[in-house]
């Protein structure tokens, strides 16, 4: 899921040479064919010490009747992972939040009030944080936990709240000028929501790093940080499990196919889609989206950057085709892959079993539908064509960009709640998915830019913006940034909007956006995945100390 921007100078210049990447070989190897969490032989104890805990941490969320309590907890099970054990208590608690009074002088106790229910889907208003204004307007506060909980809070806005945006310049000017004075448990709390606000976070990364900080609270539930870390130790297992799994498919697809040009990147793979679907429920998802992601990345490294413009386009007729006489339109090169192609979406149906088999057909739908934007950017790339804006840029590139295709893979491993007409519904490109690729081609581009460029490959939305407007890189980043921040905000409204829809649809879209945060925050972490190696080795290789 790279950029598949549009070209305007490439190297493969009409029907063009073939130029090989240099992409960076694979820091794992056959490191996970044999790997096994050292707590696996502890597997039966850890889940039946788990039954325990877990029953034990219900009977304190059951028991909570005061607010600052009931939302102090709600949201340490969240960010500790655990919030999913919980679904029918926590919804009868926000029930009892949203309609009960509460202290409105409190700033920390609105702050997470406002938090808690808009992250759960209540429209609260955002005037509850006017009484926190002076007669001019400007907002009055010093209380550090407080403003931070006001910052986090402020993220989950939707556009014309302008009291949300002020909350946010005014807060982080706060906590920067702090961040040094205050306790180090509290300033690595201000320091990680200044490098990404709460709401924002891909949440079993969040797990990763609230466990230490909680164990260093003075008020933490021994009960609660036990049961966390066995939750996060089972989870790493089969995890690993699924890894194993995927790494095997990888390692057949290297043999049959030999294209040795393509990124490998199986293990940044399953975390980054591990990112967006942690529970243990989606575990056949996982292994399916893992799978869609390598085939989307082969397609991108072959049509962006590997094959010819002609070559490109037999490609992708063998893909509408979807049958394996198509191979012969192939050059040789491709053949394997095509084949392989097949091979696995059949494999998908078994999977699936006899009662979801159908959702394959809407797999090859969503890759057909992405070829055939691939194809338009090299029509787009040999022409030397520039979008004239970024909106009609995005109308192409955010639908290339492979996130839409992931997104709706997702659903395809879900329960039987996700139904033929949300499969039909999802082909229209619905618009908070318009919201997710948005973010996802925007922050890609920002991240890659300087080096595609370099690269001689084509223009991104910054380029772009840059020839139209006149403006200097970084100007532009900066005014793409402003987009992506609109962006999250569309997401917000739509998140928010009531829908027959499943509401697991909207939340892990923005799952997914949170993901493609991360993954873009700093450089293209998928690409030069050495960036993200330290998180995977915790998420994957180091299990919690009990």
Not at 16 to 37: E, K
């Amino acid at each position: 899921m790279s950029s598949l921007t549009p070209a305007v100078c490439s190297i493969n210049d009409v029907q063009g040479l073939r130029r090989a990447p240099t992409f960076h070989p694979s820091l794992w190897g056959d490191f996970f064919l044999t790997y096994q969490p050292p707590t696996a032989p502890k597997r039966t104890y850890m889940t039946e010490r788990a039954e325990v805990l877990k029953e034990q941490v219900r009977k304190m969320l059951k028991g909570k009747n005061e607010i600052p309590k009931i939302l102090d907890l709600i949201i340490t099970l969240q960010r500790l992972g655990l919030d999913r054990h919980y679904e029918n208590e926590i919804n009868k608690q926000l029930k009892f939040i949203y309609s009960a009074d509460y202290d409105d002088k409190d700033l920390n106790l609105v702050s997470l009030r406002f938090y808690l229910l808009r992250k759960n889907g209540y429209d609260v208003s955002s005037d509850v944080f006017l009484n926190f204004k002076d007669k001019e307007g400007n907002f009055v506060a010093d209380d550090i936990k407080g403003l931070l909980s006001l910052y986090d809070a402020a993220y989950l806005r939707t556009h014309g709240e302008e009291i949300l945006d002020e909350a946010i310049i005014f807060t982080r000017g706060h906590l920067k000028a702090v961040l040094k004075s205050v306790e180090s448990t509290l300033a690595n709390e201000v320091y990680l929501s200044l490098q990404t606000p709460l709401f924002r976070r891909v949440r079993i990364l969040e797990t990763i790093n609230y466990i230490p900080i909680y164990e260093k609270k003075a008020a933490r539930n021994e009960a609660i940080l036990e049961f966390a870390k066995l939750n996060f130790n089972l989870l790493q297992l089969l995890y690993c499990e699924e890894l194993k799994e995927v790494t095997l498919w990888w390692k057949q697809l290297n043999v049959e196919t030999n294209l040795s040009f393509i990124r490998d990147r199986i293990v940044e793979m399953h975390f980054w889609m591990t990112g967006a679907c942690s529970a243990p429920k989606y575990s056949l998802s996982r292994v399916l989206l893992t799978k869609m992601t390598a085939c989307i990345t082969i397609l991108d490294d072959i049509m962006d950057t590997y094959s010819t413009s002609e070559e490109g386009m037999l490609l992708a007729e063998a893909i509408y085709r979807w049958e394996e006489n198509a191979t012969e339109l192939l050059p040789e090169y491709m053949k394997d892959f095509y084949l392989y192609l097949l091979k696995t979406f059949d494999s998908c149906e078994d999977e699936l079993g006899p009662s979801k088999s159908y959702r394959v057909f809407y797999l090859k739908e969503l890759l057909k539908i992405l070829v055939r934007g691939h194809c338009q950017e090299i029509r787009w790339r040999d022409e030397h064509y520039v979008p004239k804006t970024i909106n009609e840029h995005l109308e192409l590139s955010r639908a290339t960009v492979g996130g839409f295709q992931v997104a709706c893979t997702s659903f395809v491993g879900m329960d039987e709640s996700i139904t033929k007409e949300t499969f039909d519904w999802l082909l229209t490109y619905p618009e908070v998915f318009k919201s997710f690729t948005t973010i996802a081609r925007l922050s890609n581009d920002i991240a890659s830019t300087k080096r595609e460029q370099a690269a001689g490959q084509h223009a991104s939305t910054v380029q772009c913006y840059m020839l139209h407007h006149g403006t200097t890189m970084q100007g532009a980043c900066e005014k793409i940034k402003e987009s992506i921040e609109d962006s999250w905000k569309d997401m917000m409204k739509l998140y928010l909007t009531p829908t027959e829809k499943p509401k697991v649809v909207a939340q892990t879209v923005v799952d997914f956006a949170r993901t493609a945060d991360y993954i873009y925050k700093e450089t293209d972490a998928f690409t030069f995945s050495y960036t993200i190696k330290d998180m995977i080795e915790i998420l994957y290789v180091e299990p919690e100390v009990i």
